[in-house]
Protein backbone atom coordinates (compact mmCIF):
# COMPACT_ATOMS: atom_id res chain seq x y z
CA UNK A 1 0.00 0.00 0.00
CA UNK A 2 2.83 2.25 0.93
CA UNK A 3 4.49 1.78 -2.43
CA UNK A 4 0.98 2.54 -4.71
CA UNK A 5 0.89 5.50 -2.13
CA UNK A 6 4.09 6.75 -3.29
CA UNK A 7 3.27 6.52 -7.13
CA UNK A 8 0.02 8.25 -6.74
CA UNK A 9 2.24 11.18 -5.39
CA UNK A 10 4.32 11.37 -8.04
CA UNK A 11 1.35 12.68 -10.08
CA UNK A 12 0.82 15.55 -7.02
CA UNK A 13 2.24 18.98 -8.08
CA UNK A 14 5.09 19.75 -5.57
CA UNK A 15 4.38 22.74 -2.92
CA UNK A 16 5.91 25.86 -4.02
CA UNK A 17 6.53 29.17 -1.68
CA UNK A 18 4.09 31.77 -2.59
CA UNK A 19 1.99 29.90 -4.45
CA UNK A 20 -0.87 28.06 -1.58
CA UNK A 21 2.08 25.64 -0.58
CA UNK A 22 0.49 25.41 2.63
CA UNK A 23 -2.77 23.92 0.82
CA UNK A 24 -1.23 21.47 -1.54
CA UNK A 25 0.91 19.58 1.46
CA UNK A 26 -2.19 19.53 3.74
CA UNK A 27 -4.21 18.14 0.48
CA UNK A 28 -1.17 15.40 -0.14
CA UNK A 29 -1.34 14.56 3.80
CA UNK A 30 -5.20 14.39 3.92
CA UNK A 31 -4.52 12.05 0.16
CA UNK A 32 -2.14 9.43 2.47
CA UNK A 33 -4.51 9.68 5.89
CA UNK A 34 -7.49 9.71 4.06
CA UNK A 35 -6.95 8.22 0.95
CA UNK A 36 -5.20 5.35 1.35
CA UNK A 37 -5.57 4.94 5.50
CA UNK A 38 -1.60 5.25 6.27
CA UNK A 39 -0.21 5.17 9.57
CA UNK A 40 1.18 8.30 10.89
CA UNK A 41 4.95 6.83 10.34
CA UNK A 42 4.14 5.45 6.49
CA UNK A 43 2.27 8.50 5.99
CA UNK A 44 5.56 10.61 7.07
CA UNK A 45 7.84 7.99 4.42
CA UNK A 46 5.94 8.69 1.43
CA UNK A 47 5.60 12.89 2.16
CA UNK A 48 9.48 13.09 2.59
CA UNK A 49 10.13 11.38 -0.53
CA UNK A 50 7.31 13.98 -2.44
CA UNK A 51 8.69 16.63 -0.30
CA UNK A 52 12.05 16.76 -2.18
CA UNK A 53 10.60 18.36 -5.00
CA UNK A 54 8.98 21.19 -3.05
CA UNK A 55 10.38 24.28 -3.18
CA UNK A 56 11.64 25.12 -0.76
CA UNK A 57 11.17 21.26 0.90
CA UNK A 58 9.32 21.39 4.47
CA UNK A 59 11.49 20.68 7.49
CA UNK A 60 10.51 17.49 8.98
CA UNK A 61 8.65 18.60 11.98
CA UNK A 62 6.41 20.55 9.53
CA UNK A 63 5.85 17.42 7.59
CA UNK A 64 4.47 15.62 11.25
CA UNK A 65 2.19 18.58 11.70
CA UNK A 66 1.17 18.32 8.50
CA UNK A 67 -0.28 14.84 8.89
CA UNK A 68 -1.45 15.20 12.27
CA UNK A 69 -3.74 17.79 11.18
CA UNK A 70 -5.06 16.07 8.23
CA UNK A 71 -5.85 12.69 10.72
CA UNK A 72 -7.28 14.95 12.81
CA UNK A 73 -9.15 16.60 10.14
CA UNK A 74 -13.38 15.08 8.89
CA UNK A 75 -12.68 13.10 5.75
CA UNK A 76 -15.64 13.59 3.15
CA UNK A 77 -14.74 10.43 1.76
CA UNK A 78 -14.64 6.79 3.49
CA UNK A 79 -11.20 6.40 5.17
CA UNK A 80 -9.33 4.23 2.73
CA UNK A 81 -11.34 5.36 -0.20
CA UNK A 82 -7.86 5.37 -2.61
CA UNK A 83 -6.55 2.06 -1.48
CA UNK A 84 -9.84 -0.16 -2.22
CA UNK A 85 -10.45 1.66 -5.54
CA UNK A 86 -14.36 2.86 -4.26
CA UNK A 87 -14.19 7.07 -4.10
CA UNK A 88 -17.62 8.01 -3.35
CA UNK A 89 -18.18 10.01 -0.16
CA UNK A 90 -20.38 9.32 3.06
CA UNK A 91 -20.50 6.87 5.69
CA UNK A 92 -21.98 2.97 4.56
CA UNK A 93 -25.56 2.65 6.66
CA UNK A 94 -25.39 -0.36 8.85
CA UNK A 95 -21.16 0.21 9.08
CA UNK A 96 -19.42 1.71 11.83
CA UNK A 97 -17.15 5.09 10.50
CA UNK A 98 -13.20 4.71 11.46
CA UNK A 99 -11.61 8.28 11.91
CA UNK A 100 -8.29 9.43 10.16
CA UNK A 101 -6.87 10.08 13.61
CA UNK A 102 -7.69 6.21 14.96
CA UNK A 103 -5.85 5.04 11.22
CA UNK A 104 -2.61 7.14 11.73
CA UNK A 105 -2.59 6.28 15.07
CA UNK A 106 -3.00 9.84 17.17
CA UNK A 107 -5.01 11.23 19.25
CA UNK A 108 -8.29 12.86 17.61
CA UNK A 109 -9.74 16.33 17.66
CA UNK A 110 -13.37 15.66 18.86
CA UNK A 111 -15.59 16.14 15.66
CA UNK A 112 -18.38 17.70 17.94
CA UNK A 113 -18.52 21.54 18.86
CA UNK A 114 -15.75 23.27 19.24
CA UNK A 115 -14.52 24.50 22.97
CA UNK A 116 -16.93 27.09 24.12
CA UNK A 117 -16.54 29.42 27.39
CA UNK A 118 -18.09 28.68 30.04
CA UNK A 119 -18.23 30.96 32.68
CA UNK A 120 -19.53 28.15 35.66
CA UNK A 121 -16.53 26.49 35.38
CA UNK A 122 -14.09 30.09 35.47
CA UNK A 123 -16.15 30.63 38.77
CA UNK A 124 -15.57 27.13 40.32
CA UNK A 125 -11.73 27.38 39.09
CA UNK A 126 -11.73 30.97 40.43
CA UNK A 127 -13.36 30.19 44.18
CA UNK A 128 -10.45 28.10 44.80
CA UNK A 129 -8.26 31.27 44.96
CA UNK A 130 -10.72 33.60 46.76
CA UNK A 131 -7.64 36.14 47.76
CA UNK A 132 -6.45 36.52 44.59
CA UNK A 133 -6.41 40.85 43.38
CA UNK A 134 -3.90 42.38 41.55
CA UNK A 135 -1.39 43.60 44.59
CA UNK A 136 -1.48 39.63 45.50
CA UNK A 137 -0.24 39.16 41.92
CA UNK A 138 2.40 42.22 41.58
CA UNK A 139 3.57 40.72 45.33
CA UNK A 140 4.56 37.36 43.56
CA UNK A 141 6.31 39.24 41.02
CA UNK A 142 9.97 38.44 40.76
CA UNK A 143 10.94 41.76 39.56
CA UNK A 144 8.74 44.79 41.12
CA UNK A 145 6.31 45.62 38.13
CA UNK A 146 6.17 49.28 39.80
CA UNK A 147 9.68 49.53 38.40
CA UNK A 148 9.90 48.40 35.24
CA UNK A 149 9.82 50.99 31.54
CA UNK A 150 8.46 49.21 28.12
CA UNK A 151 12.27 49.29 27.44
CA UNK A 152 13.09 47.05 30.55
CA UNK A 153 10.19 45.11 29.47
CA UNK A 154 11.56 44.11 26.22
CA UNK A 155 15.01 44.19 27.76
CA UNK A 156 14.00 41.36 30.48
CA UNK A 157 11.96 39.21 27.94
CA UNK A 158 14.02 39.23 24.60
CA UNK A 159 17.97 38.31 24.29
CA UNK A 160 20.59 40.24 22.93
CA UNK A 161 20.42 41.01 19.05
CA UNK A 162 16.58 40.25 19.06
CA UNK A 163 13.87 42.83 17.59
CA UNK A 164 10.47 43.32 18.34
CA UNK A 165 8.17 45.29 16.51
CA UNK A 166 6.13 47.89 18.22
CA UNK A 167 2.68 48.82 16.71
CA UNK A 168 0.17 51.87 17.21
CA UNK A 169 -2.69 50.65 14.97
CA UNK A 170 -3.41 46.98 14.61
CA UNK A 171 -3.27 46.50 10.59
CA UNK A 172 -0.31 48.06 10.08
CA UNK A 173 3.63 47.10 9.90
CA UNK A 174 4.73 49.15 13.17
CA UNK A 175 6.04 51.85 13.79
CA UNK A 176 9.36 51.19 15.50
CA UNK A 177 11.78 47.51 15.16
CA UNK A 178 13.49 47.51 18.76
CA UNK A 179 16.74 45.75 18.61
CA UNK A 180 17.63 44.43 22.10
CA UNK A 181 21.22 44.66 23.24
CA UNK A 182 23.63 44.07 26.15
CA UNK A 183 23.64 46.13 28.90
CA UNK A 184 23.97 48.55 30.00
CA UNK A 185 20.95 49.63 28.58
CA UNK A 186 18.78 53.20 28.51
CA UNK A 187 15.92 51.78 30.41
CA UNK A 188 14.07 55.52 28.91
CA UNK A 189 15.14 54.97 25.27
CA UNK A 190 11.21 53.80 24.55
CA UNK A 191 9.41 56.98 26.43
CA UNK A 192 8.14 58.34 23.64
CA UNK A 193 5.59 55.58 22.95
CA UNK A 194 4.20 56.11 26.30
CA UNK A 195 1.82 58.82 25.36
CA UNK A 196 -0.20 60.25 22.22
CA UNK A 197 -1.02 57.42 21.07
CA UNK A 198 -4.93 57.11 21.00
CA UNK A 199 -5.22 53.20 20.74
CA UNK A 200 -1.90 52.41 23.24
CA UNK A 201 0.74 50.48 21.66
CA UNK A 202 1.44 46.67 21.04
CA UNK A 203 4.29 44.92 20.36
CA UNK A 204 4.35 41.54 18.23
CA UNK A 205 4.86 38.60 20.82
CA UNK A 206 7.53 36.36 19.38
CA UNK A 207 10.78 38.32 18.23
CA UNK A 208 11.38 38.93 14.33
CA UNK A 209 14.72 39.81 12.31
CA UNK A 210 12.90 43.17 11.43
CA UNK A 211 12.95 42.45 7.90
CA UNK A 212 9.87 42.46 5.03
CA UNK A 213 9.60 39.22 3.49
CA UNK A 214 6.57 37.85 0.57
CA UNK A 215 3.90 36.08 2.60
CA UNK A 216 2.87 33.45 0.66
CA UNK A 217 -0.55 33.31 2.54
CA UNK A 218 -1.17 36.89 1.36
CA UNK A 219 -0.63 36.46 -2.28
CA UNK A 220 3.25 37.31 -1.81
CA UNK A 221 2.40 40.69 -0.14
CA UNK A 222 5.55 41.46 1.54
CA UNK A 223 5.28 41.81 5.62
CA UNK A 224 7.45 42.23 8.72
CA UNK A 225 4.94 40.81 10.96
CA UNK A 226 4.68 37.46 9.40
CA UNK A 227 5.88 33.83 10.67
CA UNK A 228 8.78 34.16 8.09
CA UNK A 229 10.08 37.26 10.11
CA UNK A 230 10.42 35.13 13.05
CA UNK A 231 13.27 34.34 14.47
CA UNK A 232 12.73 31.78 17.58
CA UNK A 233 8.92 30.85 18.57
CA UNK A 234 9.03 31.95 22.66
CA UNK A 235 5.36 32.81 23.39
CA UNK A 236 1.79 32.39 23.47
CA UNK A 237 -0.62 35.37 24.56
CA UNK A 238 -3.56 34.77 26.34
CA UNK A 239 -6.41 37.30 26.41
CA UNK A 240 -10.10 37.29 27.57
CA UNK A 241 -12.80 39.78 26.89
CA UNK A 242 -15.54 37.23 28.06
CA UNK A 243 -14.39 36.47 31.32
CA UNK A 244 -14.66 38.47 34.44
CA UNK A 245 -11.50 40.24 34.78
CA UNK A 246 -11.31 39.25 38.61
CA UNK A 247 -11.97 35.81 38.24
CA UNK A 248 -9.37 35.48 34.98
CA UNK A 249 -6.66 36.65 37.20
CA UNK A 250 -7.53 34.09 39.63
CA UNK A 251 -7.58 31.44 37.13
CA UNK A 252 -4.53 32.64 35.73
CA UNK A 253 -2.63 32.59 38.66
CA UNK A 254 -3.84 28.90 39.25
CA UNK A 255 -2.43 27.73 35.55
CA UNK A 256 0.63 25.11 35.81
CA UNK A 257 1.68 27.33 32.74
CA UNK A 258 5.07 29.18 32.75
CA UNK A 259 3.87 32.74 32.92
CA UNK A 260 6.11 35.16 32.14
CA UNK A 261 4.02 38.36 32.31
CA UNK A 262 0.99 39.69 32.99
CA UNK A 263 -0.51 42.97 32.50
CA UNK A 264 -3.61 45.30 31.92
CA UNK A 265 -4.50 45.94 28.05
CA UNK A 266 -6.13 49.20 29.28
CA UNK A 267 -9.02 48.27 28.85
CA UNK A 268 -11.36 45.09 30.45
CA UNK A 269 -8.79 42.15 29.50
CA UNK A 270 -5.77 40.90 31.06
CA UNK A 271 -2.95 39.62 28.82
CA UNK A 272 -0.30 36.96 30.22
CA UNK A 273 2.21 36.12 28.10
CA UNK A 274 3.02 32.23 28.35
CA UNK A 275 6.94 30.60 27.35
CA UNK A 276 6.61 27.55 25.15
CA UNK A 277 10.07 27.56 23.34
CA UNK A 278 9.02 25.80 20.72
CA UNK A 279 11.34 24.50 18.08
CA UNK A 280 9.42 25.32 15.00
CA UNK A 281 6.63 26.98 13.80
CA UNK A 282 4.71 23.67 13.37
CA UNK A 283 5.89 22.34 16.99
CA UNK A 284 4.01 25.82 18.42
CA UNK A 285 1.11 25.12 16.72
CA UNK A 286 0.93 21.77 18.12
CA UNK A 287 1.71 22.90 21.70
CA UNK A 288 -1.38 25.81 21.12
CA UNK A 289 -3.45 22.71 19.57
CA UNK A 290 -3.17 20.95 23.16
CA UNK A 291 -3.47 23.97 25.31
CA UNK A 292 -6.47 25.64 23.42
CA UNK A 293 -9.73 23.65 24.22
CA UNK A 294 -8.23 23.52 28.14
CA UNK A 295 -7.68 27.29 28.22
CA UNK A 296 -11.08 28.15 25.97
CA UNK A 297 -13.55 26.76 28.87
CA UNK A 298 -11.91 29.16 31.08
CA UNK A 299 -12.74 32.12 29.39
CA UNK A 300 -8.96 32.22 26.91
CA UNK A 301 -10.00 33.99 23.55
CA UNK A 302 -8.87 31.09 21.06
CA UNK A 303 -8.42 33.42 18.48
CA UNK A 304 -5.82 34.89 20.19
CA UNK A 305 -3.59 31.91 20.29
CA UNK A 306 -1.48 32.91 17.48
CA UNK A 307 2.38 32.51 17.16
CA UNK A 308 2.16 36.11 15.24
CA UNK A 309 0.10 37.51 17.88
CA UNK A 310 -0.44 41.62 18.93
CA UNK A 311 -0.19 42.09 22.51
CA UNK A 312 -0.41 45.15 24.74
CA UNK A 313 3.18 47.20 25.46
CA UNK A 314 3.00 47.55 29.72
CA UNK A 315 3.95 50.90 30.54
CA UNK A 316 2.17 52.56 27.53
CA UNK A 317 -1.00 54.72 27.62
CA UNK A 318 -4.37 53.62 26.15
CA UNK A 319 -7.53 56.37 25.33
CA UNK A 320 -5.51 59.23 25.74
CA UNK A 321 -6.00 63.24 24.18
CA UNK A 322 -3.75 65.58 22.85
CA UNK A 323 -1.13 66.20 20.12
CA UNK A 324 0.10 63.28 18.25
CA UNK A 325 2.64 61.06 19.65
CA UNK A 326 6.77 61.59 18.90
CA UNK A 327 7.94 59.50 16.24
CA UNK A 328 11.60 60.08 17.42
CA UNK A 329 12.68 59.67 21.55
CA UNK A 330 13.66 63.12 22.87
CA UNK A 331 16.56 64.14 23.47
CA UNK A 332 18.23 64.31 26.65
CA UNK A 333 21.35 64.15 28.69
CA UNK A 334 23.48 60.98 29.02
CA UNK A 335 23.17 59.53 32.20
CA UNK A 336 26.50 58.77 34.35
CA UNK A 337 26.27 55.30 34.07
CA UNK A 338 25.96 55.08 30.06
CA UNK A 339 28.82 53.93 27.86
CA UNK A 340 30.00 56.69 25.76
CA UNK A 341 31.72 56.41 22.15
CA UNK A 342 34.86 57.59 21.15
CA UNK A 343 36.45 59.12 18.13
CA UNK A 344 40.00 58.59 16.76
CA UNK A 345 41.01 61.16 18.68
CA UNK A 346 40.07 59.50 21.75
CA UNK A 347 37.28 62.42 22.67
CA UNK A 348 33.72 61.12 23.59
CA UNK A 349 31.20 61.62 20.39
CA UNK A 350 28.20 61.42 22.88
CA UNK A 351 26.97 64.94 23.30
CA UNK A 352 23.99 66.52 25.75
CA UNK A 353 21.83 68.60 24.31
CA UNK A 354 20.91 72.06 25.92
CA UNK A 355 17.97 71.86 25.29
CA UNK A 356 17.39 68.37 27.14
CA UNK A 357 17.88 69.94 30.83
CA UNK A 358 14.36 68.86 32.09
CA UNK A 359 11.68 66.44 31.50
CA UNK A 360 9.24 68.44 28.96
CA UNK A 361 5.57 68.73 30.56
CA UNK A 362 3.10 66.17 29.69
CA UNK A 363 0.89 67.15 27.16
CA UNK A 364 -1.32 64.38 27.11
CA UNK A 365 -4.30 63.69 29.19
CA UNK A 366 -6.52 61.06 30.73
CA UNK A 367 -6.04 57.72 29.11
CA UNK A 368 -5.40 54.38 30.88
CA UNK A 369 -2.13 53.25 31.57
CA UNK A 370 -1.65 49.30 30.05
CA UNK A 371 -0.51 48.77 33.26
CA UNK A 372 2.47 45.79 34.37
CA UNK A 373 1.55 42.89 36.91
CA UNK A 374 3.96 40.50 36.89
CA UNK A 375 7.29 39.78 35.63
CA UNK A 376 8.98 36.68 35.74
CA UNK A 377 11.72 36.21 32.25
CA UNK A 378 12.92 32.85 33.33
CA UNK A 379 9.10 30.88 34.46
CA UNK A 380 9.04 27.34 35.61
CA UNK A 381 5.55 25.35 35.84
CA UNK A 382 5.04 26.31 39.85
CA UNK A 383 1.51 28.14 39.35
CA UNK A 384 1.60 31.81 40.89
CA UNK A 385 -0.54 31.54 43.77
CA UNK A 386 2.12 28.79 45.47
CA UNK A 387 4.63 31.43 44.97
CA UNK A 388 5.93 33.28 48.08
CA UNK A 389 5.58 36.94 47.77
CA UNK A 390 9.21 38.87 47.41
CA UNK A 391 9.09 40.28 51.30
CA UNK A 392 9.27 36.82 52.29
CA UNK A 393 11.99 35.83 50.25
CA UNK A 394 14.30 38.51 51.52
CA UNK A 395 12.69 38.25 55.55
CA UNK A 396 13.67 34.72 54.75
CA UNK A 397 17.52 35.62 53.19
CA UNK A 398 17.99 38.07 56.78
CA UNK A 399 16.78 34.95 58.66
CA UNK A 400 19.70 32.74 57.48
CA UNK A 401 22.05 35.61 59.18
CA UNK A 402 20.82 35.36 62.95
CA UNK A 403 21.13 31.68 63.40
Not at 75 to 93: F, H, M, Q, T
Not at 120 to 140: G, I, M, Q, W
Not at 363 to 375: D, H, I, N
Amino acid sequence: MLERARLYLQRCPPAKSGQFGHDATFRVACILVHGFALSANDALTAIQEWNRQCDPPWEEADLVYKIKSAAAAPSKNLIGYLRDGKGGSGAVAGKATVTPAAVAGVAPVPAKAKAKFQPETLKRVAALAPNVDETFVKERSPLVPETQTPATFLQRLYRPGESVILFDELKSQGILVCECGEPPYDARCLDHVVNGHKDGVWFLCNPVDGEFHPNPRLGGKRSRRSEESVTAWRYLVLESDEADTAMWLAALVQMPLRIAAIYKSGGRSIHALIRVDAESKADWDAKALELKPLLTVLGADPGAITAVRLTRLPGCYRGQGGPPARSEPPVRKRWVDEPLEFDAAGDPIWTPSAQADETPANLWTGGRLQELLYLNPEPDLTPIFKRVTRREVHEKWLASFKR
